[in-house]
Each structure stands twice: as C-alpha cells, then as structure tokens.
C-alpha cells in the first residue's frame, strides 16, 4: 500500500513469521492490525466478511482445509469467530514442517467456553503478539530524536538531543485523537477526533456484549467506562469503582457486576491494566502489587469522559492523568522491539514510579511522568533518585536511565544529577 505508515510491529512481526509456523496478531480493533498483516501475507481470509461469513463457517465444520489453503504466509483475519481455526492451524504447522505458513489476527479473545474446547496451548507452534494503537513516533508526530533502545545501550552520562515543535494545545489534541491509523491521516483536523468517539460509541452498544454473547446495558456500560476514565493511572479496586459510580451517578452496582464488564474490556483489548514491578530493595518495605488501571488509548478516556482538547487545557489535573495513559502506551510500543515489558512500582511508603521498562536481560529503566513545568520536574527526578538509591545492586543490575516523560518543554536533555529531560514528541523505540 503506498499510503502505508510504517509500524514497528512490522519488524515485530516479520521476525516472528522467520522463527515460528504460526503468529497470532490480538489488539485492539481499528489499530491497524489487518492492514499490517496485509503487508506480508501471501493470501487472506477475512472471516468476519458479511457475504461469505455464512459460507466460512460452514466450511469450518465440513471442510477447513479450504479456509486453511492458500499461499503462505495465509491470512486468517478475526479468526476467533471459528475458534475451531485455532486447532486446525495448529495441526497443519505440525504436518507442513515449515515456519511462517500462518497469521491469525483478532480484536477478541474467544469466550472461556471456546477456549475450554481448544485442544492444544499453540505452544512451540503459534507465538503470541499484542499490538496497539499507534505511536506518535508511527503517526509522524514524533520527531524520534531521542531512541528508547538506544538509552539502554549508550552509558549513563552520555548526551542525548532532541526537539519538540508541539505545544501543549498539539499534545492535548493528540491525547484527544489517539493512536488510530484512520485518524492520523487527518492530521490536526478536527474530524480525526470522530474516530476515538466512534470507538467509544461502538464499544458500549454492541462490541461489550459480542465479545461472549451476554447482553450488557449500554447506560451501565457508560457508567463503568467514565469511573475507569477518571482512574486512569490508578491502582485502585473495584470497590473503590463500585463507590465511585454510586457518588457520581447513583447507581447500584455489585462487585460482581463490575468484574464482568471488565473482563469483557479487558477481552476487546479496550483495557490494559499494568502490573507491578517487584525489585530487589536494600531494605525491606511492602511493595503494592495491585494493578495501575489504564485504557489501550488515551482517546478512549477522553471520549468516555466526553472531553475534547480545550477541557483538557482547562482542567490540567485531568489531563496529567490521561497523558499519562498515552506516554504508557508509547512505551509499550516502544518496548516491543527490545522484549520490554511495562511495570509500575509503589511501596507502603508512598515512592513511586510511574512506569519501569524492564527487559528480559535483566536491564530496566525507571520514567517519571509529568506535563511539565520545573516544579513538577524537580519532583519527578527527586523520586526516581530516591527509588535508585533504594534498589540493592548487588542483587541486580543498576537502572540503565532515569527518565522524566514531559508533554511540555523544547528540548531533550541530561540534568546535571543524571536525570534525562524527554518530550514524549521526541521519543521512538
């Protein structure tokens, strides 16, 4: 395609097909996940084309082979409408002895009954990668000076440049529109901020109750996802959003209740909570290992709350913690290629950290987020030398950075105690 932008998924995903029978490709829908597909694939089957939808399923209980033929890599798109596709992929990357023969790609996971009928793992057959929306490093609006797999590699006093041309109306716009592949076509116009309310809109009046086949209450769908929005950034449990619903909308609803249409966004990828991180300490404390409550996209936050780019400029608190949820999704992206992973970290002592990018070596680094401004500043770099200077390295590696993530500020840049300065406009993977 020659409007294709570029992800980092691509690289992701080509190393994988080189190692493994089969990919399976999940993430949110409208990320972008078929188009890339369609970038390697040899040949394609979309099973949820309304058409043919009919005549693939009964194929799937009379004669897979068809849905299974094809030239490889083949292209099996929103396969866990048939989940029967997932045994049949596997016993086929058995019998062919060859890698890259399949890509399965999925907005959903399949139903726990479903999933209960699959009669292999796909281990050692299929490997498993999540993609999300887009970066602003895959949307153009990063100019990518400052590389997160670089800040691994280079020492702890080297330099590091960059410069961001966004003010803070662009990023709140940015926070606003989301990573979505559609919408970044559209630039800084205000019709790219329709596709994020669409989302949101498809989300609470069908895609929720898909997803398994139980019906859920569109209003008490709203409810869930403007409590979830407001927490963003938050290790909070459900009953603190049992509560929260009841003081802001006078609902009753059970703990139960609540679980279910979580586990439903969790399995749309609409949700992606951050587990905690769980260093070696020079002394002991209790570290909180509940999980931080975040959406896949800023966007969906900001459409659940109903707030565009200006309530974001006018209400600063708010728009520190949804820019919070885009920083953690870039590092995410970001982390992939390097096999990282994203933690949070707090201590019964209230040290925190809002993101730690570990790596599967052993190495980590440690990022503060913040709007910006050198107050703010000045108390993010204050933690995480306070949380180095905790960590016990004689157990484990020292961090290979410490990074404060601004929406504000001209340049990337080394404070003189080590700290690294980064507009997330500037960051890349």
């Known amino acids: 395609m020659d409007n294709y932008k570029l992800r980092i998924m691509d690289r992701i995903l080509k190393d994988e097909l080189d190692a493994m029978g089969a990919v399976l490709l999940e993430g949110p829908k409208a990320c972008g996940k078929t188009t890339t597909a369609e970038q390697m694939c040899g040949?394609?089957?979309?099973?949820?084309?309304?058409?043919?939808n009919a005549q693939y399923m009964q194929m799937v209980d009379t004669d897979i082979s068809y849905i299974l033929a094809g030239k490889t890599p083949?292209?099996?798109?929103?396969?866990?409408?048939?989940?029967?596709?997932?045994?049949?992929?596997?016993?086929?990357?058995?019998?062919?002895?060859?890698?890259?023969?399949?890509?399965?790609?999925?907005?959903?996971v399949p139903p726990k009954k479903e999933k209960d009928r699959m009669k292999h793992s796909g281990a050692g057959r299929i490997s498993w990668l999540t993609m999300r929306p887009m970066s602003l490093w895959e949307s153009g609006n990063s100019s990518g000076e400052v590389s997160l797999s670089q800040l691994f590699s280079m020492g702890n006093d080297s330099s590091i440049r960059g410069f961001s041309k966004l003010k803070l109306s662009d990023i709140a716009f940015?926070?606003?529109?989301?990573?979505?592949?559609?919408?970044?076509?559209?630039?800084?116009?205000?019709?790219?901020?329709r596709q994020s309310i669409n989302y949101y809109e498809a989300i609470v009046r069908t895609d929720i109750s898909r997803v398994d086949d139980v019906e859920r209450d569109e209003q008490r769908t709203r409810?869930?996802?403007?409590?979830?929005?407001?927490?963003?950034?938050?290790?909070?449990?459900?009953?603190?959003?049992?509560?929260?619903?009841?003081?802001?909308?006078?609902?009753?609803?059970?703990?139960?209740?609540?679980?279910?249409?979580?586990?439903?966004?969790?399995?749309?990828?609409?949700?992606?909570?951050?587990?905690?991180?769980?260093?070696?300490?020079?002394?002991?404390?209790?570290?909180?290992?509940?999980?931080?409550?975040y959406y896949s996209d800023p966007s969906i936050a900001c459409a659940a709350l109903g707030l565009g780019p200006d309530d974001l400029i006018n209400d600063l608190n708010t728009f520190g913690l949804i820019f919070e949820t885009m920083c953690v999704r870039d590092l995410r992206v970001y982390s992939q290629p390097i096999e990282g992973e994203v933690f949070h970290y707090r201590d019964k002592n209230g040290l925190e950290c809002d993101a730690v990018v570990h790596l599967r070596n052993g190495h980590y680094g440690l990022v503060e987020i913040k709007l910006?401004?050198?107050?703010?500043?000045?108390?993010?770099?204050?933690?995480?030398?306070?949380?180095?200077?905790?960590?016990?390295?004689?157990?484990?590696?020292?961090?290979?950075?410490?990074?404060?993530?601004?929406?504000?500020g001209d340049y990337a840049y080394r404070r003189n105690d080590g700290v690294l300065v980064v507009p997330i406009s500037t960051l890349r993977d």
Request: with cysteine.
């Open 174 to 193: 940015l926070t606003c529109r989301g990573g979505w592949p559609r919408a970044s076509e559209k630039g800084f116009d205000k019709s790219a901020l």
């Open 74 to 108: 083949r292209l099996i798109d929103e396969w866990q409408i048939a989940p029967k596709i997932w045994d049949a992929v596997r016993y086929e990357v058995d019998h062919r002895h060859g890698d890259g023969q399949f890509i399965l790609t999925g907005s959903a």
């Open 372 to 408: 910006g401004g050198d107050k703010l500043i000045e108390e993010g770099a204050s933690n995480l030398l306070k949380l180095a200077s905790c960590i016990d390295t004689s157990k484990m590696k020292s961090p290979s950075f410490m990074m404060i993530l601004t929406a504000v």
């Open 43 to 52: 040949s394609v089957i979309y099973m949820d084309d309304p058409v043919n």
């Open 223 to 293: 409810r869930i996802m403007r409590s979830l929005a407001r927490f963003q950034g938050a290790q909070v449990s459900v009953q603190a959003i049992v509560e929260d619903i009841k003081a802001n909308d006078m609902s009753e609803l059970s703990d139960k209740t609540i679980y279910s249409y979580m586990n439903a966004l969790k399995a749309i990828f609409v949700i992606e909570d951050m587990p905690a991180w769980n260093p070696n300490l020079r002394s002991k404390t209790a570290i909180r290992t509940s999980d931080t409550r």
